[in-house]
């Protein structure tokens, strides 16, 4: 039986980041993915937000992904447009990209990393014991590995065959989205709303100019429409397409040559537990919610960057197996908030005399500084806080990518991060931070920060903070403590988040 460290399911977004993730720490990690090539069918995300960027970037490719898309302010709520410019991150902005580039540009670094993928075949089931699981193939071979990790998707096996309760709520819409030509050109293309719902109809292709998505005069078109009824099972088809788009626009604008026909639902829906043992789950796997603002491949893709280098240096035995649990504690939150909010747009989506007093009541209160910045920092996933107890408000907030100076010259906090590694930024007296017994594991960095006032950093949702003397940082980029030469709560820090100190 060939053996992997850890087996992931499902080489979408979530599973390609995390196998890149455990690949980077040195583990031998290998996918399974069902689709026979990386292509996707018809059209899901359309972009990255703030936060993922960051995170790519954290890794040294953001470039990647920032040379094939196109910047844009696309980030809502309730009918309101939030403009990061302004916002402190390297990235204020969207990136309008479509998800079949992310998987594509994502898989050319997995590749690079040297992941194998065992592709067109599914995990058919597994039986987990003490010192690993068997992982179960539909080609009839078994892999044994250490951890499974589930990435495959809101439908997925391993929640379901790991026992996982998935409770919330069913669907009350159902929209067709596909890809498809049009004999007629409709009079208007972009969003329409009605009191079924959101429809929409776009050329695939399209340019942001000046902030405004300008369409290509030619080629196939992106439609999303509410359907009627809720409930369908059987697969989407074209003259489901057309009578839905018939029913709304009273032409189907003699739609025909599809691409893609899919239906997705307002069901949201989170699993109760991120971890079964040997199992955990991560992506849509984990939580499933309205696509409204775009948050579920990022979220998807942030699940796995917090649990890779836990995973990781459990399965080098630097930590115990408890450290997972932490990323059920943390993620599951962040999860809860998406689909939270999501349900809110479902309910803001709807066009009776009533909702629009509330999403013009919402968009009132969006109208005001404040809120409107700490809706934006939680849509484009600045704001995420990490409870890691009390303390200096950065604890548990992602580290803002400051220039610095170090020894070896300027660079950025960002750049200290691209080996996945945990850094110990001492801001203060050089030579003043002595962490031998964590030295295979964790860098120690003297620094300056460099800028006009070096006193104090600005934090999205928060504002500006203290500087402080030294923070530990963890390789997803969130901060596992804050102190100065005093070290107070160094140690337990360390220990807590890299493991006990190795003995001299
Ligand atoms: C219409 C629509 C629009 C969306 N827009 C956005 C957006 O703008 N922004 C955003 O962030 N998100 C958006 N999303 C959500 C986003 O597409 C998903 O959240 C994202 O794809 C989740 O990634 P994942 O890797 O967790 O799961 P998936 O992308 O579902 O990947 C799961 C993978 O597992 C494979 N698989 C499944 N079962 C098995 C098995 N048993 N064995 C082996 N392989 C298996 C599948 O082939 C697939 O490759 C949208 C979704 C929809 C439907």
Known sequence: MTEHAVVIAGGGPTGLMLAGELALAGIDVAIVERRPSQDVAGSRAGGLHARTLEVFDQRGIADRFLAEGQKAQANGFAGVHFDLSGFPTRHPYSL?????????????????????IYRGIDVTGFAQDDTGVDVELSDGRRLRAQYLVGCDGGRSLVRKAAGIAF??????????????????????????????GIHALGRVEYEIRNGEIVYADHGPVGVLVTEQHV?????????????????????????????????????????????????????????????????????????????????????????????????????????????????????????????????????????MDEPRRRFAAMLSGLDIHYDLGEGHPLLGRRMPDLDLMTASGPLRVFTLLHDARPVLLNFGEPGSFDITPWADRVTVIDAKSEGTDVTIWELPALGAVAAPVAVLIRPDGYVAWVGDVTQLGLADALTTWFGPPRAA
């Open 167 to 196: 409770p919330g709520s069913d669907p009350t819409t159902s929209n067709l989205i596909a890809e498809a030509e049009l004999a007629e050109t409709p009079p208007e293309w972009g969003i329409r709303r009605d009191a079924l």
């Open 231 to 367: 409930g369908q099972t059987t697969e989407p088809t074209l003259r489901d397409l057309s009578a839905a788009l018939i029913a709304v626009y009273g032409t189907d604008y003699g739609i025909h040559s599809p691409t893609s026909i899919s239906r997705f639902t307002d069901a949201a829906r989170q699993a109760a537990a991120y971890r079964s043992g040997r199992v955990l789950i991560a992506g849509d796997a984990a939580h499933v919610h309205p696509p409204d603002g775009g948050q579920g491949l990022q979220t998807g893709v942030q699940d796995a960057v917090n649990l890779g280098w836990k995973l990781a240096q459990v399965v080098k035995g630097t930590s115990p197996e408890s450290l997972l649990d932490t990323y059920h504690a943390e993620r599951h939150p962040v999860g809860a908030r998406v689909l939270r909010n999501t349900m809110a747009s479902i309910v803001l989506r709807r066009e009776d005399e009533r909702t629009k007093a509330l999403r013009d009541t919402i968009a009132e209160l969006l109208g």
């Open 96 to 116: 309008g990209l479509r998800q079949k580039h992310i998987e594509r540009i994502l898989a050319g670094w997995v590749d690079e990393l040297k992941v194998p």
